[in-house]
């Protein structure tokens, strides 16, 4: 018999916060930190929390990617991804309310591989679908577009 897995499960997360700039967060057996740069009065241990929503989407990108990839039985060769990402730094710098910090993002899959542009677009249709931090970002109203493209 079969065991199911749970389809809604809750993550919890007890993070410390030793400067202003720096939070340290437990997941797994790792130490996730998310800090600020030094000209920001950060100690730059790591990315911030804008730069950590970019790149979970780049990362999420390949991830789902590969995993829709490989169900439908096409080799994406090597990958890389390039983001080009709109933020509206307004709100962060406490000059206005923004409802939109990251108006547009681009992403652009480029895929070394014996594939087809087909293949490698059929690919991004399904990640589209799959992907829960491009949902967030679309939720939240930014225009993202993620270009599948084959290289030589």
Not at 3 to 32: F, G, Q, W
Not at 38 to 66: D, Q
Not at 73 to 100: N, Y
Request: aromatic share 4%; proline share 5%.
């Amino acid at each position: 018999m079969a065991i199911k897995m749970k389809s809604v499960v809750t993550y919890r997360a007890s993070a410390a916060c030793p400067t202003h700039a720096r939070t340290e967060i437990p997941v797994r057996d790792l130490n996730v930190v998310i800090d600020e740069p030094l000209e920001r009065g950060g100690s730059n241990l790591g990315p911030s929390p804008t730069e950590a929503a970019m790149t979970a989407l780049i990362a999420c990108t390949n991830v789902i990617g590969h995993k829709n990839a490989n169900r439908l039985g096409i080799d994406l060769g090597e990958v890389t991804i390039d983001a080009d990402c709109k933020f509206d730094r307004r709100g962060v710098l406490m000059e206005e309310e923004i409802d939109l910090p990251f108006p547009a993002i681009t992403l652009t899959v480029h895929c070394t591989t014996s594939a087809s542009q087909e293949d490698l677009e059929l690919v991004g249709v399904e990640t589209a679908k799959y992907c829960a931090i491009a949902k967030l970002f679309e939720a939240a109203g930014t225009a993202l577009t993620v270009n599948w493209r084959k290289t030589n």
